[in-house]
Every structure is written in structure tokens, then in C-alpha cells.
């Protein structure tokens, strides 16, 4: 979500005037985390009142193309990654990095899924 308020999509947004910090921000975030087009016709037409011009959700392909963009991106804990799944995730984001403490049982398993997927 915080990779994708940077699309020129999401940055380019014509909001209707009067529309507030806190209703942009939801719009927003609504766009930009896949919850477009809303479940109900209510949501739906409360979405579309924040803007000049509705934008267009992004499709599956615009998401995966523009997220691939992220890179050189570092995560860290004070606390152990004590599963691949925690990996697999911090990858999608762009992680290249992670540092965390070490001692955890499942170390191993997490190392070798970190080191196939190029983070150091």
C-alpha cells in the first residue's frame, strides 16, 4: 500500500473541493490497497464523492508491474523472522535486506528461503 500512493495514478488524484484530509486519506488508501471498486453500490457511491474524476482501480498487471519497481529495501525486528512466510512477504515488498536477532529454532529454514530469494 505505501509503495503504491507513490503511482503517478494515485498521485495525480482530482479531489472534489471540500473534501477533507481524512476522506482523501481513505480514499486513498481505498485505491491504493485493492478495495476498488467498493462491495456495495452506499460504499461505492461514498468513494466516488471525494473525486472531480473517479480514478481507475489498478488492474492486477499495473500492481505487480509498478510494485516490482521497489527495491533496495531494508526490514528489521528486534525480534526473531521466525517463519519463511514472514520472508516471502518482505520480498513482495521489495526487501532486499533483513536484520534481525538470531536464536530462533526455525533460523535455518527462514536463512535458506531468504538466500533463494537474494536477501541478505
Known amino acids: 500500500n505505501w509503495w503504491m500512493r507513490f503511482h503517478p495514478r494515485a498521485l495525480s488524484l482530482k479531489f472534489a473541493k471540500g473534501v477533507k484530509r481524512p476522506e482523501k486519506s481513505n ?14 453500490e ?4 461514498d468513494y466516488e464523492r471525494n ?4 480514478p481507475q482501480p489498478f488492474t492486477k498487471e499495473e500492481r505487480r508491474e509498478w ?5 533496495g529495501v531494508a526490514v528489521s ?8 512466510d ?4 518482505a520480498a513482495r515488498s521489495g526487501v532486499n535486506y ?5 536464536g530462533s529454532q526455525n533460523d535455518r529454514p527462514v536463512f535458506e528461503a ?6 541478505t
Open 42 to 45: 452506499f460504499e461505492k457511491q
Open 114 to 119: 531468504a538466500e533463494k530469494l537474494g536477501i
Open 27 to 40: 480514499a486513498i488508501d481505498m485505491l491504493c490497497s485493492d478495495q476498488v471498486p467498493p462491495e456495495t
Open 86 to 89: 514472514n520472508v516471502y512477504r
Open 67 to 71: 510494485l516490482n519497481k521497489l527495491s
Open 98 to 102: 533483513i536484520a534481525s536477532p538470531v
Open 51 to 54: 473525486f472531480e474524476e473517479v
Open 77 to 84: 525486528s528486534d525480534a526473531f523472522f521466525p517463519f519463511v
